[in-house]
């Protein structure tokens, strides 16, 4: 172009966007950033915070309240027999009168029988055949026969030393038991074994203990 119009000299408009602008975009888009991950590490310590609160509530169902377990002030420790079954009480066998009896046709198994536990401190009381009632009507080990007032422990010393015998009651008045012998009767409990089983009578096994928090 010429005329007034003519552009002289080096001096020309410039195109490019400011560098101002530029550094505005770049801190806009840093902050969003920032921000960002600000937000996603907020919400992993609220996980992080309720997965161990849920795990206190869980653990806290399955142990006892303090309320439930602690002893009162001042109260005695009940100790560790409180929480196990009590020791049951059994009558020595010297306390227990025995009459032996034989239902079987097998000759001599009254005595022998009555012999071996006199041994082990029965009383022993009549031996001899079995009552007519009884008399080849036994076909088990044998009967425990006594009075509806005799003490239920006596019987389970009884028949600790034989297995399989049953208990009856009649209308006698006295405390004796009879050992009427059946016809699958072999032998009596080994001493050994007895006293295992009277030793389990007399001390139950502890209940469980409560489970620790």
Do not use: W
């Amino acid at each position: 172009m010429g005329g007034k119009y003519r552009v002289t000299g080096t001096a020309y408009p410039r195109m490019s966007r400011p560098r101002r602008r530029r550094k505005l975009v770049f801190a806009l888009l840093g902050s969003v950033l920032a921000l960002a991950l600000l937000g996603y590490g907020a919400l992993q310590l609220i996980d992080v915070f309720r997965g161990d609160s849920g795990k206190h509530n869980a653990a806290a169902k399955d142990c006892p309240t303090g309320a439930a377990s602690a002893t009162p002030a001042g109260a005695a420790n009940p100790g560790p027999a409180a929480s196990g079954a009590p020791a049951a009480v059994l009558p020595q066998p010297g306390q227990i009168t025995v009459n032996v009896y034989n239902a079987t046709p097998r000759a001599g198994l009254a005595k022998a029988v009555g012999d071996e536990l006199k041994k082990r401190g029965f009383t022993i009381g009549h031996v001899g055949n079995a009552p007519a009632d009884f008399d080849k009507k036994v076909p088990g080990p044998g009967i425990l026969l006594g009075s509806p007032r005799t003490d239920k422990a006596a019987y389970s010393v009884l028949g600790a030393q034989l297995a399989g015998v049953t208990q009856q009651t009649d209308t006698r008045e006295g405390a004796d038991i009879d050992l009427i012998l059946g016809d699958s009767f072999k032998e009596l409990n080994k001493k050994e074994d007895a006293d295992k089983a009277l030793a389990v009578l007399a001390n139950p096994a502890p209940a469980p203990s409560p489970k620790k928090c």
